[in-house]
């Protein structure tokens, strides 16, 4: 692929473009809306506390003063807050540029959502799974739209066993769970492609990870505190696979962009390779279908 050390500058105008960016209060999240709002495109912060969101649009506007940034409410753990949120987009809006799935939650105590899923699968994955069900209409009728699902190395490790997928019949490992919803997020971004491959007016879509990036997510992790001033980019850095997931021109339909350096932790963003579990079509075919049952939205 072109462009071997890509960042911002590859981002061209963005002008009358509409992008919705999920858990932009901080982090990898909060960067990307300020690159792309700085890049004149119009960002709605997908986020659960609407005042935190409010001042991060103060302070990205006071950087950009003409900047166009639309802050909403979505709590991805409840699925009847992404209803609401994919209903507000679809009177507010009439295109959507790019859908960022970004949001999520990492090695946190063992809990439920509000509609009885895992915490992580449930909002890293079926959270986001909802909502981008809910705003393909949108995304089909906006010409050269995009999709780009959030991963990590932690997928890895994962081994989604989908006859416990909220974990109540195991002992619980939170960053088993973890990696599973990471890899549930590649079954989608891989499945979706696969879906949407001889559908000309669908959107591309793609997967991006940030390798390791310090960021508000790892705040359970007592390792990655430890170690992230030896590992770790900084998030100026991180971001660039996921922009470069959403913007870059040469991107094909199921492309996983991360940091080019050693074990994908740091570096420019490139092309990589996911495991060859991730590339399972049963596994894939099978969370698809109970992510449909269990959401109840339909593709």
């Not at 639309?70 to 809006?93: E, Q, T």
């Not at 591309?204 to 359970?220: I, K, N």
């Amino acid at each position: 692929m072109a462009t071997l050390n890509w960042n911002t500058s590859n981002i061209t105008d963005q002008s009358g473009r509409v992008v919705i960016i999920t858990g932009a209060t901080s982090g990898l999240g909060k960067e990307a809306t300020k690159i792309l709002a700085g890049k004149n495109a119009t960002v709605v912060m997908a986020v659960r506390n609407t005042e935190k969101g409010a001042l991060v649009a103060t302070e990205l506007k006071s950087a950009f003063p003409s900047a166009k940034i639309d802050v909403r409410s979505l709590d991805l753990g409840s699925l009847s807050s992404v209803k609401d949120f994919a209903a507000g987009i679809h009177a507010a809006y009439d295109r959507l540029d790019i859908l960022i799935n970004n949001a999520g939650v990492m090695t946190c105590p063992y809990s439920k959502t509000e509609d009885d899923f895992e915490i992580q699968m449930g909002t890293n994955h079926f959270g986001h799974f909802a909502l981008t069900g809910l705003l393909m209409p949108l995304l089909t009728k906006t010409k050269a739209s995009r999709i780009v699902a959030t991963s990590s190395i932690a997928h890895k490790q994962g081994k989604i066993d989908l006859e416990d997928i909220n974990w109540e019949k195991r002992k619980y490992s939170t960053m088993q769970a973890y990696g599973d919803s990471k890899m549930a997020n590649l079954y989608f971004a891989y499945e979706l492609a696969s879906k949407l491959k001889d559908d000309p007016s669908a959107p591309l879509v793609t997967a991006a990870h940030p390798g390791w990036t310090s960021t508000e997510l790892q705040r359970h992790s007592i390792m990655f505190r430890l170690f992230n001033p030896l590992f770790s980019q900084n998030v100026a850095q991180g971001v660039l696979p996921t922009l470069r997931a959403a913007i870059d021109e040469h991107a094909k339909p199921g492309d996983y962009f991360g940091p080019s350096g050693f074990q994908e932790l740091k570096g420019s963003p490139v092309v990589v390779k996911s495991t060859g579990l991730s590339h399972s079509d049963a596994n894939a075919k099978k969370l698809w279908a109970l992510s449909e049952e269990m959401t109840g939205v339909q593709f």
